[in-house]
């Protein structure tokens, strides 16, 4: 398997500019998670989907941020409009169960950064 | 709510020396524990995790756990490590709660370094 693939890999954009970001998790993976690292907040979890659905994004910092999983094998983080302190590294993960106890599978993230 | 504190942010070390990354965390209920590796510009790779039974746990590359439930510890060893060991280490927790979806607390991190 290829493993969770995210593009774009890198990004520059200036601030105020829309800026969507990729995801396809592994194939029969029911769990999607959105994660932000940055070096001040270090991982911080964003949103969760399970079966496609939105489960829990307590973690979306504010409604400039929004996330879809319209099927299985995609989902979307989309930033809307975008501000220097959005600058970050942005992993996707996928798991192959529900239950705490699975591995996530990361991507190599896609590393933003708003000008 | 549960928390994780890593408590060196940074280990050098000299080829085939020993380490140990140090891990404490604080939760209300009973967590599952996961060790995960960062490579340089990639993803986040599981090295190892507690989900139940023996305490001493065995992962990828030679590394091994050890879950201390009376010091809310989780410490990561290595007895001999290499130079493409360098990375930073994150340790991170998930509750057990029942309906629970596996969201993950990580520490700060530790990055090692290997000397030659």
């Known amino acids: 398997d290829a493993g969770v693939i995210q593009s774009p890999r890198h990004e520059v954009t200036e601030m105020g500019q829309e800026v969507t970001l990729r995801c396809k998790p592994i194939?029969?993976?029911?769990?999607l998670f959105w994660y932000r690292q940055t070096m001040m907040r270090g991982l911080e979890l964003l949103i969760y989907f399970n079966n496609n659905v939105p489960i829990d994004d307590s973690g979306m910092p504010e409604d400039r941020f929004s996330a879809k999983m319209p099927n299985a094998s995609f989902s979307t983080l989309k930033i809307q409009p975008s501000e220097p302190r959005d600058s970050a590294v942005y992993f996707c993960?996928?798991?192959?169960?529900?239950?705490?106890?699975?591995?996530?599978?990361f991507g190599p993230g896609t590393r933003l950064l708003v000008l | 709510a549960q928390s994780v504190t890593q408590l060196d942010s940074q280990v050098p070390v000299f080829e085939e020396a020993p380490v140990e990354l140090r891990c404490n965390y604080s939760s209300s209920v009973s967590v599952y524990l996961f060790w995960y590796v960062q490579y340089p510009n990639q993803g986040l790779q599981l090295l190892l995790k507690?989900?139940?039974?023996?305490?001493l746990v065995k992962g990828i590359n030679g590394f091994e756990a050890e879950f201390n439930k009376s010091q809310t510890s989780f410490h990561l060893r290595k007895p001999s490590v290499h130079i493409s060991d360098t990375a930073e280490y994150f340790c991170?927790?998930?509750?057990?709660?029942?309906?629970?979806?596996?969201?993950?607390?990580f520490g700060q991190g530790t990055i090692l370094t290997v000397h030659p």
């Open positions: 993960a996928s798991s192959l169960g529900t239950g705490s106890q699975e591995t996530q599978y």
């Open positions: 507690y989900l139940s039974g023996s305490t």
């Open positions: 194939s029969g993976h029911n769990s």
């Open positions: 991170a927790v998930s509750d057990q709660l029942p309906g629970s979806y596996g969201k993950l607390t």
